[in-house]
């Protein structure tokens, strides 16, 4: 029901999760990120626990394996999910259970890894994290390039209703937390184009949290 993507700036050392989905509301559940420690997305019959579970773990010092498997450990289910990682150094570790939805793959690249099921060939992930290691620019523009690059290599089995993307750098809190929770059109599109309205605006809306004396104005109706 879902592919995504998990990439890492290695000029800035930011870490980011695009996903998009057959099911509503995908980045409600899937991607989990933690500044200056790594990322997680959790799939398939997705356990969201499981993403705190492994950041805490890669926290307190683990490898990107270790801490796969110790919040693997703690799922009675976890033949069920699908779920890669990817550190705060680059480096990732993936599962597929063997209850795993369909034709599905993982595959790991450079400051990458990317994983799918119920997807229209195997070839969709590689496709991906092609698209991710030869497109430059920011890194938000290299993670919705791979989404693309999967959906043009076949994407899923049917059609995705719903797409997220989030990355985090230096503050605690997501520089970009984008979502299309629900369309019948093409969500990734959608999500690129909340992308491509929301970068002009990103280091104003950075500025007024680290300091609002230089902040620029907000362009609304009583704040001439």
């Not at 890894?113 to 991710?132: K, Q, R, T, Y």
């Not at 999500?191 to 609002?212: C, G, V």
């Amino acid at each position: 029901m879902t592919l995504s993507i998990i990439g890492r700036c290695a000029l800035t050392g930011q870490i980011g999760i695009a996903i998009s989905s057959s099911s509503i509301a995908v980045g409600a559940r899937c991607p989990w990120l933690r500044s200056k420690v790594g990322a997680v997305s959790t799939q398939n019959i997705t356990l969201p626990a499981l993403g705190p579970h492994i950041l805490d773990r890669l926290q307190q010092g683990d490898s990107a394996e270790t801490a796969l498997q110790f919040g693997l450990g703690t799922d009675d289910y976890f033949m069920y999910r699908q779920v890669t990682v990817l550190t705060a150094e680059g480096k990732s570790a993936f599962y597929s259970g063997e209850k795993t939805l369909g034709v599905n793959n993982a595959l790991c690249g450079e400051n990458c890894v990317a994983a799918g099921n119920l997807l229209a060939n195997a070839d969709v992930i590689s496709a991906m994290v092609n698209a991710f290691e030869q497109q430059s620019g920011h890194l938000a523009d290299r993670l919705i390039a791979a989404l693309q690059a999967g959906l043009q290599a076949g994407g899923e089995a049917g059609p995705v209703h719903s797409a997220a993307l989030s990355i985090v750098d230096s503050p605690v809190w997501p520089i970009v937390d984008l979502r299309v929770d629900w369309t019948d059109a093409d969500p990734i599109d959608e999500l690129s184009q909340l992308w491509h309205a929301y970068k002009p605006q990103m280091q104003d809306y950075l500025t007024r949290a680290i300091d609002p004396r230089s902040a620029p104005g907000y362009g609304v109706p009583g704040d001439e």
